[in-house]
């Protein structure tokens, strides 16, 4: 096992999107500058949706992002339930 489980307390939903957004713009600047590259799955549904909305207003490199889609459906390109649409409108 590695580690014990942490839990990390926010005031509202608001804060987890904040908060969110702060690791995995901390992640990414790690990666990129270690690695020249930073990788991200993105979620589906529709909890991830305010983080992706505002991780899209970043100042960031974001030549050094590698996103990829994961949908445990399959579903029409023009679908409203697919993770690529709601990426894209974020």
Do not use: K
Not at 31 to 58: D, E, H, K, W
């Amino acid at each position: 096992m590695h580690g014990s489980t942490r839990w990390h307390v926010c005031e509202d939903a608001a804060a987890v999107v904040a908060e969110a957004a702060r690791r995995i713009l901390t992640a990414a600047e790690t990666a990129i500058t270690a690695c020249g590259a930073f990788r991200m799955v993105l979620a589906g549904g529709r909890t991830p949706l305010r983080t992706y909305r505002l991780l899209s207003q970043a100042t960031t490199d974001w030549t050094g992002w590698h996103l990829y889609f994961s949908d445990e459906r399959c579903l029409p390109p023009d679908h409203d339930g697919r993770n690529s649409r709601a990426a894209a409108l974020a």
